[in-house]
């Protein structure tokens, strides 16, 4: 199925945040365990702790995007190592086991459809190895995207958000929102019609984009929006968009949401 969304809409939303992004960047890993991956040096904790969270952000992605592709190739032990990494120690992600985690990582990086399943651990580790085709596929990402489309009327297609944690964005269910924008279609036309099984799954299907379809969709449409709102490297890097969704979206985002909700029931 084609999936069209009006890009320039999408571009001129984040337009006003771009320029603040330094700023608005503050996830701060523990990089200490690094040092015995051989990934960086004592001395580049140091200088590395030093910097601007996001500065910090840039110079790691562009090591472990060395160092995983370099251990894929030469070194299957470090390289799994690298990737628990990613997941639990850069991502926060510690509820599963190890050899669950390696399966669904290997999963991701055999296929040419990764799965949804555990798609915020699998998607990181593909992020950082090839960071001009994936993006990390998580709740905050989806969340603000999904917003812009939906505030910006720049598409009809959603994505599906990975479950979070986040208080903010649970407190303004985007999937809701999105279905009372278009409440019209998920109004029965006799009372009767709600005995039927799966009313709203069907319902949702004009909507949001199936599971399986997700990822490399939502990775396709980051990578027009990087062409258009960022200029040389940073407009093949899709990890720049990608840091700016996720920065947004439980500050920014969660500001327009009350801003310009109405809402009356009649």
């Known amino acids: 199925m084609s999936r069209t969304f009006e890009i320039n809409k999408i571009v ?8 603040q992004l330094p700023e608005l960047y ?6 200490e365990k690094l040092i015995a991956l051989n990934v960086i040096t004592l001395k580049d904790t140091l200088v590395l702790n030093g910097l601007s969270f996001y ?26 190592k690298l990737c628990l990494w990613i997941v639990k120690d850069w991502g926060g992600i510690l509820g599963a086991k190890d050899t669950d985690t390696l399966t669904v990582i290997n999963d991701f990086l055999n296929s040419e459809s990764p799965s949804f399943k555990r798609i915020a651990s699998t998607s990181k580790v593909g992020a950082f190895m090839f960071p001009e085709k ?25 994505f599906p958000i990975p479950n979070g944690r986040n208080s903010k964005m649970m407190a303004f269910d985007m999937n809701v929102l999105i279905r009372l924008k278009n409440i019209k279609n998920y109004t029965p036309e006799n009372i009767e019609q709600m005995d039927k099984r799966q009313y709203i799954k069907q319902k949702d299907k004009t909507y949001f984009i199936p599971e399986k379809e997700a990822y490399l969709e939502l990775s396709k449409l ?28 439980d500050r920014e985002i969660f500001d327009d949401i009350t801003k310009r909700i109405k809402l009356n029931i009649t």
């Not at 994936?134 to 959603?158: H, K, M």
């Not at 960022?230 to 890097?237: S, T, V, Y």
């Open 134 to 158: 994936y993006i990390i596929y998580d709740s905050r990402v989806a969340y603000a995207l999904n917003w812009i489309i939906l505030s910006e009327n720049a598409g009809r297609y959603f």
């Open 222 to 249: 980051v990578r027009a929006i990087s062409a258009e709102l960022w200029e040389g490297e940073q407009a093949k890097m899709l990890y720049y968009t990608e840091m700016l969704l996720f920065s947004i979206a």
């Open 12 to 19: 001129n939303y984040l337009k006003q945040y771009k320029s």
């Open 55 to 80: 500065e910090k952000e840039i110079i790691l992605k562009q090591k472990l995007h060395v160092k995983l592709n370099e251990y894929f190739e030469s070194d299957k032990e470090l390289f799994y």
């Open 26 to 31: 503050t996830w701060n890993p523990k990089i």
